[in-house]
């Protein structure tokens, strides 16, 4: 990744930076989406700079980083994000400095409440089938490994194909970010999020400079 763009969040007293990062992040991956080179593969990535050093988890600031110049000029970001410019202040392209570190940006899969409520009881029926204890015994005994609430930064963002499908469904998700550092900078590839594709061919980490 040799070129970034830095896009700068910028909330008020009215509209918060969550809610500005949903509607950024949204536009993005949307724009993403519509520049894939493969499916589900996009050659920009993402980065977050100020990811676990701000007092909002994800900071105030988002990246977008590419190989080419002409990889981030024929995204053109500063038009999808033209109805956002009360919020959002897109810089030039700017070559990525020479001291860097890398680090990798992934989405993880985070079980809602209700997901792992409706695992460890499914996890209870089948060892009280198995040992004969009761059903509520076996929930004690499983009550020491359920997982706990993940403190990860997430952005709430739609599905695109269930607001076409179901537009009445509540399409909102959240994607959980995980950021990772690495020794180096490696050439694994990245999702239609920007963020590292955990299954690729090669078997490597897609990485963004971190500075």
């Known amino acids: 990744m040799n070129y970034y763009q830095e896009i700068t969040l910028l909330p008020d007293a009215e509209v918060s930076l969550g809610f500005i990062w949903q509607n950024v ?5 949307i724009a993403l989406v519509e520049h894939k080179v493969d499916k589900n593969k996009s050659a920009v990535a993402v980065g977050f700079p100020q990811y676990g050093k701000a007092k909002f988890p994800l900071g105030s600031k988002l990246r977008l980083f590419a190989k080419d110049q002409a990889q981030l000029e024929k995204l ?13 202040h897109v810089k030039g392209i700017k ?9 990798s940006f992934t ?17 209870a029926k089948r060892r009280a089938q198995k040992s004969g204890k009761t059903f509520d015994e076996c929930m004690t005994e499983l009550a020491e490994t359920k ?7 997430f952005i709430f963002l739609h599905s695109q194909q269930t607001k076409t499908r179901t537009p009445d469904t509540n399409s909102k998700y959240p ?7 690495r020794e180096g900078n490696s050439h694994g590839t990245f999702d239609c999020y920007g963020l590292n594709a955990k299954a690729n061919d090669e078997n490597v980490f897609g990485c963004v400079p971190q500075f």
Do not use: C
Request: charged share 30%.
């Open 25 to 29: 992040f949204q536009q993005v991956h």
């Open 76 to 88: 053109n970001i500063a038009k999808w994000l033209g109805r956002l410019e009360d919020y959002a």
């Open 95 to 103: 070559p990525v400095p020479d001291d860097v570190s890398y680090v």
């Open 107 to 123: 989405r993880k899969n985070v079980k809602s409440p209700t997901r792992i409520e409706k695992d460890m009881e499914e996890r």
């Open 147 to 153: 997982p706990g609430p993940s403190d990860l930064p």
């Open 175 to 181: 994607l959980f970010i995980t950021m990772e550092g």
